[in-house]
Structures are given as structure tokens and as C-alpha cells.
């Protein structure tokens, strides 16, 4: 989900569920965490970062939050993320796997198109192109690569199933969070606990910015000599 949320038209049950505390991606997006916090979260929680590692932003310092469309396909083909779109709820960020970097299987006319559905963002394990066009719309496309050149518009690839982003699996449904630092998921199952838990993590380095600004040192702060 992005600040396009606001303009969409829902139900006053609708608007009390998605705005409540107890709503985990209009919680981060109202909150100061980031990525960051969300990933030492997710270590202390899981024991795992729940990093895209190589993801980053493309089209500008945009923090998105949202649950998963995933989309598995091969980089010569990006019909697949075309059917994935369609496949998306609105709010939700579009994860797409690919089996390489070349070609890139997102471009502009795809990210008009996500736009128009209301979709929060792109992640691409993999690459996107046109990313003059990408700004220019300002819709949020995280990838590993961008390349000028594309495949075909195949549609041999599958959607909503469990993909493998380096050493991170997402499944449909997980939370999705990308800013200026990359992207993280967090599987649904143990978003509230990674939620809270992040929260803990930025009222603790505030501690310590806190202790810092009234002349304690660093390495006192840390236990290290």
C-alpha cells in the first residue's frame, strides 16, 4: 500500500480496519521504521534478515508497504508479471521472481498499468528497464538490475506461489516493506511479533541517541571497551 490508499473508496468498516493500530501496513507507513529496523526485527524474531538481497530502489526513495502478489517467471518473459497485475489486489506490492537478471521483465507500460489497478509497488528479483518513463509516473519499482533490453510476452510463468529471492522465500500474503535501503518480507504468520518487535528496536537506538547527545560514549553505551 502506498499514499495512494487515500484516494481509494472504501467502506466506513473498511477505513476503520485498514487505518487501525492494529493494521500492520498502515502502521509502518505511519511509523518511523524502516527497513532496517524491520530486518533486525525479523533476526532477533526468526533468526533470518527476510532481505531481497541486491533489491533496491529505482525509481526514487519511496518507503511502500503491502502484502505479496508473487509472480515466478523467466526473465525472457514478461507476460507473466502482466497476468500478476491483474492478479493483485489493490494495495498489495507485486513480487516477481526471475531466473536471471537479462532480460528485464518490467518496463513502463507495466508500471502504468499497476498504477492504474492501485497497486503499491514493484519488487523485481531481476530487472526492470524505462526507468525515465517509471519516474516520470511515480510509481514505486525496486529491482536488482535495470537493463534497456526485454523478452516476450510469453505468460508461461506461474502467480501466487511461493518464491526463493536469494536466500529469503516469500509466499503470497507476506509483508512486503521496500525503502531507500532495499526490501524485506516478513512472512504473515509472525507479522504482529516482528511489528512489535521493530517498534522495540527504534525506541531503543532513540535510548541511545538520548545517552549519546547527553555525553555518554558509544562504546560505554555497547559494554565494549
Not at 528479483?125 to 516476450?152: C, M, Q, T, W
Request: glycine share 10%; with cysteine; hydrophobic share 40%.
Amino acid at each position: 500500500m502506498s499514499n495512494a490508499l487515500k484516494e481509494q473508496k472504501i467502506s466506513p468498516k473498511n477505513f476503520l480496519n485498514m487505518f487501525s493500530q492494529k493494521n500492520p501496513v498502515s502502521r509502518l507507513l505511519s511509523s518511523r521504521i524502516t527497513t532496517s529496523n524491520l530486518s533486525d526485527a525479523m533476526k532477533h524474531v526468526k533468526g533470518e534478515n527476510g532481505v531481497l538481497t541486491g533489491v533496491k530502489p529505482v525509481t526514487g526513495n519511496m518507503k511502500v508497504v503491502g502484502k505479496a502478489t508473487t509472480v515466478k517467471t523467466r526473465a525472457d518473459d514478461w507476460g507473466t508479471a502482466i497476468k500478476g497485475i491483474y492478479a493483485a489486489r489493490k494495495g498489495d506490492v507485486l513480487l516477481i521472481e526471475c531466473n536471471g537478471d537479462d532480460p528485464a521483465v518490467w518496463g513502463e507500460l507495466a508500471s502504468g498499468t499497476a498504477q492504474d489497478r492501485e497497486i503499491a509497488a514493484t519488487v523485481i528479483y531481476g530487472s526492470a528497464r524505462d526507468i525515465a518513463g517509471i519516474k516520470e509516473l511515480n510509481y514505486p519499482v525496486f529491482s536488482r538490475d535495470v537493463i534497456p533490453n526485454a523478452g516476450e510476452a510469453k505468460g508461461e510463468g506461474e502467480v501466487n506461489i511461493p518464491v526463493a529471492c536469494g536466500e529469503t522465500t516469500v509466499n503470497p500474503g507476506d509483508l512486503i516493506m521496500g525503502d531507500g535501503c532495499g526490501v524485506v518480507a516478513v512472512p504473515q504468520e509472525i507479522i504482529d511479533e516482528v511489528i512489535e518487535e521493530a517498534f522495540n528496536i527504534v525506541e531503543g537506538e532513540n535510548e541511545i541517541v538520548t545517552q549519546i547527545a547527553e555525553g555518554s560514549s558509544f562504546l560505554d553505551i555497547l559494554n565494549m571497551e
